[in-house]
T-cell receptor, first 115, second 115 residues
Framework: GAVVSQHPSWVICKSGTSVKIECRSL??????MFWYRQFPKQSLMLMAT?????????EQGVEKDKFLINHASLTLSTLTVTSAHPEDSSFYIC???????????FGPGTRLTVL | AQSVSQHNHHVILSEAASLELGCNYS??????LFWYVQYPGQHLQLLLK????DPLVKGIKGFEAEFIKSKFSFNLRKPSVQWSDTAEYFC?????????????WGLGTSLAVNP
């Protein structure tokens, strides 16, 4: 149980375009979803926390207008990287939290490359 | 502010050697503690977690960790490593009450096991 999927697993896009990444909890309802960014050989950097039906809470230094997060249902959250630039190239990971557990379950990540 | 420090950034061992990776956190209240592993090219997997009870926690693949409250530590151990344990290891902490179960991450330890 507690499986989280992400789609796509990798994406290449041109500079200036927008990219949407989906995060789904497949077998449970996630009240909270988290979006992380991971640079090569580095730890995870929390970008934002999203609760179903409400606005995401962004970490300091993360541009909310650039990284749009929507958490429309208890099983789906999306991250849209708007007007992507090469410096946005990274590994984006989502996780989902269960209300009754203090634990997060991680998706496999999405590799974004902006040309 | 809460923080997590992992003392060893890079560890190189030979197979069958014993492993201990240090993790210390700073937080005055009750915490939940986690160790995650990320194998090359794969997503994060939970190795083990501590919420309460026996401070010696056993996880998957022969790993264990001991929570020492007085030292604010949660060190990861394995008596005999294998080549397949080559991976990045991350320690993480969250506070069980409030804060949306946000995880605070260590910078990670890169473990290379030579056959």
């Amino acid at each position: 149980g507690a499986v989280v999927s992400q789609h796509p697993s990798w994406v290449i896009c041109k500079s200036g375009t927008s990219v949407k990444i989906e995060c789904r909890s497949l077998d449970f309802q996630a009240t909270t979803m988290f979006w992380y960014r991971q640079f090569p050989k580095q730890s995870l950097m929390l970008m934002a926390t999203s609760n179903e039906g409400s606005k995401a809470t962004y970490e300091q230094g993360v541009e909310k207008d650039k990284f749009l997060i929507n958490h429309a249902s208890l099983t789906l959250s999306t991250l849209t990287v708007t007007s992507a630039h090469p410096e946005d190239s990274s590994f984006y990971i989502c996780s989902a939290g269960l209300a009754k557990y203090n634990e997060q379950f991680f998706g496999p990540g999405t590799r974004l490359t902006v040309l | 502010a809460q923080s997590v420090s992992q003392h060893n950034h890079h560890v190189i061992l030979s197979e069958a050697a014993s492993l201990e990776l240090g993790c210390n956190y700073s937080y005055g209240g009750t915490v939940n503690l986690f160790w995650y592993v990320q194998y090359p090219g794969q997503h994060l997997q939970l190795l083990l977690k501590y919420f309460s009870g026996d401070p010696l926690v056993k996880g998957i693949k022969g790993f264990e960790a001991e929570f020492i409250k007085s030292k604010f530590s949660f060190n990861l151990r394995k008596p005999s490593v294998q080549w397949s344990d080559t991976a990045e290891y991350f320690c993480a902490v969250n506070a069980p009450a409030g804060n949306n179960r946000k995880l605070i991450w260590g910078l990670g330890t890169s473990l290379a096991v030579n056959p």
